[in-house]
């Protein structure tokens, strides 16, 4: 059973940084795409950053493009997101996302493995 298990969420104030990290529990993941999502209360779980299996491509939601840098260490099996400029319309449950079974990859019904969620809270 592969398992994706997130970390580094907390509450932080307006204008503040967090990072997040998400490990999994097999090395086949580094050589393939992960992906961040985020659902906010009330919302659908919506797309916030994919990095390819070598760390060199990267695609951001546009709700977050210049703020957020999502980056990976394969040797750890460790994906990352650098949350900056952070806004309380940011505040979500944020869930890494693993194995990409189909197109396009911003639409959460094709990624096949997911972690249970690291909550963020940004405070105005």
């Known amino acids: 059973q592969v398992q994706l298990v997130e970390s580094g969420g907390g509450l932080v104030q307006a204008g503040g940084s967090l990072s997040l990290s998400c490990a999994a529990s097999e090395r086949t993941f580094s050589r393939r795409a992960m992906g961040w999502f985020r659902q906010a209360p009330g919302k659908e779980r919506e797309f916030v950053a994919i990095?390819?299996?070598?760390?060199?491509?990267?695609y951001y939601a546009d709700t977050v493009k210049g703020r957020f840098i999502v980056s990976r260490d394969n040797a750890k099996n460790t994906m990352y997101l650098r949350m900056n400029g952070l806004n309380p319309e940011d505040t979500a449950v944020y869930y890494c996302a693993a194995d990409l079974t189909g197109t396009p990859t911003n639409l959460s019904k094709n990624w096949r493995y997911w972690g249970q969620g690291t909550q963020v809270t940004v405070s105005s």
């Open positions: 990095i390819g299996g070598n760390g060199i491509k990267t």
